[in-house]
């Protein structure tokens, strides 16, 4: 399977924990996305990559979160401390690049927060 | 103000009919694109039909169109011949610019399609 995976699928974790997750974007694309999605919402944007340089970070993106895409393959997105708010499903997507109309989304990972 | 707008929040058609999603927009860059994305229950975003805002033609793909409607704003969906497995959320999209690459959606209809 070429497309963009995401691990794990599922995370269920106590309130005030850490957590981290990993993206896996299609093999040369250089534009990496995080989104998170909330029940009955549509993906909000969080923060995106140009290979290994963030680019953009959301106002969602509280000093809690953080992400890295150290190599310009692979992207990892962090929630330090997290809150029973931060129960969402996070997306991540890739694209070629700048000019690269679409995005392709991975399966995403659901986070609960008890 | 809401960037993207989708007043229906769920449709029941029958099987074979066409179905209209609606789509509003706002924004003042000349320069924008719009998206359909669709997510079945599985939970993945699945890319469906892009729309320039310099394009002339409505795009279509296969069974998608767009309904461009450029002084109105509107970026209606439409789906010939519905079947089962269109069934699923579905969520109009919005890129501001030509360098902003961030995608702003929208809250999504869910369509049901009926045997």
Not at chain 1, 50 to 57: S, T
Not at chain 2, 7 to 25: H, I, N, R, S
Request: neutral net charge.
């Amino acid at each position: 399977d070429t497309g963009v995976s995401q691990d794990p699928r599922h995370k269920i974790t106590k309130r005030g924990q850490n957590v981290t997750f990993r993206c896996d974007p299609i093999s040369e694309h250089n534009r990496l996305y995080w989104y998170r999605q909330t029940l009955g919402q549509g993906p909000e944007f969080l923060t995106y990559f140009q290979n290994e340089a963030q680019l953009e970070k959301s106002r969602l993106l509280s000093d809690r979160f953080s992400a890295e895409r150290p190599k310009g393959s692979f992207s990892t997105l962090e929630i330090q401390r997290t809150e029973q708010g931060d129960s969402a499903m996070y997306l991540c997507a890739s694209s070629l690049d700048l000019f690269s109309n679409e995005q392709f989304f991975g399966p995403g990972t659901r986070l609960t927060v008890l | 103000a809401q960037k993207i707008t989708q007043t229906q929040p769920g449709m029941f058609v029958q099987e074979k009919e066409a179905v209209t999603l609606d789509c509003t927009y706002d924004t003042s860059d000349p320069s924008y694109g719009l998206f359909w994305y669709k997510q079945p229950s599985s939970g993945e975003m699945i890319f469906l039909i892009y729309q320039g805002s310099y394009d002339q033609q409505n795009a279509t793909e296969g069974r998608y169109s767009l309904n461009f409607q450029k002084a109105r704003k509107s970026a209606n969906l439409v789906i010939s011949a519905s079947q089962l497995g269109d069934s699923a959320m579905y969520f109009c999209a919005m890129r501001e610019g030509i360098s902003d690459d961030k995608i702003i959606f929208g809250k999504g209809t869910r369509l049901h399609i009926l045997p």
